[in-house]
């Protein structure tokens, strides 16, 4: 097996047609156009030129697939200057040649350790990083015992997060695919919001009409949290019935072609007190100064705080424990965190949401969420199903 290097070689690569034009009919296994690859190894690449490592492992699957467009559930990615090593036991080998046509694939047999040995050695390595937050101690320690002797392992943070932030136009359209999909399925499920249906099958209708739409996944496990309930930010659904005049907190996201959406809807089974209404516009109105004050420049932190201030002002400033918002892409949760600490500048290309939530313990809470796309002149909210409070008769409520 010879590990020389490998120049990648754009003519003998698949023509993946245009940039929105996949995935292609009857294309089983869809992919971006091989050239977002290149550019995205281009950029890694400089990206450990400024952190002084000569080789890198990737392990992370949201980078893994990122980089390599390999979404096997595992296998190691060694991307070195002048060459670029997709590592997978025999599970994976037609799968990784296909998706990962940058790529030399190379098979191993378990221990991993002897082929890294003839990699490291046929690519005379005398240092390799690793993501410091992903690989456990007892994994590093093996690659110590066992390649100590060959390479210097050295910890770096994460590389790849920084380039996921940017969104291409290609991995937009997938967030908006899957936004779309949760959308339309949590129009459908509607009706079904009413006094007597149990949180868990609410969230089972509400998954179910997302796969069938087209979802190869839950972004997370879907939240319902009703009634009291409402007052746990993250309360996954339990079997609680929803009752008239509960607040329902209902937050969910699809996952499509490897992308992941984020949305929050607060509704009232029935019509809502003086006080469910007044936290509700008070939630909104924070969300509206937010969504308003998103554009290029901004820092993730100011963002926060603007929305902060809203709820702060009306004393409820202890009720909002969270941070405002979330980067989101192959992962739900991914930088920046609209937050206190994120300094961050916002940029165009950047999917954030924006979930100002209020929690009164005993009495319920309000969360609502959109997934934003920031632009070169603000922002593009790509939420877009039912928001507002009351449900009325004719479809859904008691
Ligand atoms: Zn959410
Ligand atoms: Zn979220």
């Not at 050239?35 to 281009?42: F, G, S, T």
């Not at 949201?62 to 670029?84: K, P, Q, V």
């Not at 296909?98 to 002897?114: K, T």
Request: with cysteine; glycine share 10%.
């Amino acid at each position: 097996m010879s590990l020389a290097i490998q120049k990648f070689n754009r003519k003998s690569r698949p023509n993946r047609g245009q940039l929105y034009g996949y995935p292609r009919e009857g294309e089983f296994d869809p992919q971006p156009p091989g050239d977002i690859y290149i550019k995205r190894l281009e950029q890694f690449r400089a990206k450990m030129d400024t952190a002084g490592t000569e080789a890198a492992i990737i392990l992370k699957p949201e980078n893994r697939a990122y980089l390599s467009g390999f979404d096997g559930s595992a296998g190691m990615l060694l991307i070195t200057r002048n060459s670029a090593l997709l590592l997978v036991d025999f599970r994976y080998i037609e799968q990784a040649k296909h998706q990962a046509p940058y790529f030399q694939v190379i098979q191993y047999s378990q221990p991993l350790s002897e082929t890294l040995r003839t990699v490291f050695l046929d690519l005379n390595l005398e240092t390799v990083s690793f993501e410091q937050d992903y690989v456990t101690w007892e994994q590093y320690e093996i690659w110590a015992n066992k390649l100590g002797d060959l390479v210097e392992f050295i910890p770096l943070p994460d590389l790849t997060q920084k380039l996921r932030m940017l969104k291409g136009p290609e991995e937009i359209e997938l967030v908006r695919q899957a936004a779309s999909i949760a959308d339309q399925a949590f129009l459908e499920i509607l009706p079904l919001l009413r006094a007597g249906i149990s949180e868990r099958d609410l969230a089972v209708e509400l998954e179910y009409a997302m796969r069938r739409r087209g979802a190869q996944g839950m972004a997370f496990e879907t939240i319902v949290a009703s009634g009291p309930r409402a007052s746990y930010p993250h309360g996954t659904a339990t079997e609680r019935t929803l009752q008239t005049g509960d607040l329902v907190i209902i937050d969910f996201g699809a996952v499509y072609q490897g992308y992941c959406s984020d949305c929050t809807r607060t509704v009232c089974i029935g019509l809502p007190t003086p006080k469910q209404q007044e936290v509700y516009n008070l939630v909104q109105k924070a969300q509206d100064v937010a969504l308003k004050a998103i554009s290029p420049g901004i820092t993730a932190a100011e963002v926060d705080a603007i929305a902060r201030q809203v709820i702060s002002e009306q004393g409820y400033g202890e009720n909002f424990g969270h941070s405002l918002g979330h980067g989101v892409g192959r992962l739900v949760h991914e930088e920046p965190t609209l937050g206190g600490k994120d300094q961050t500048i916002l940029k165009a290309g950047m999917v954030v949401t924006v979930e100002p939530g209020v929690y009164l313990p005993g009495w319920g809470g309000v969360r609502i969420e959109e997934l934003v796309l920031v632009t070169d002149v603000g922002c593009e909210i790509l939420t877009h199903c039912r928001k507002g409070l009351t449900i009325t008769s004719e479809r859904g409520g008691p």
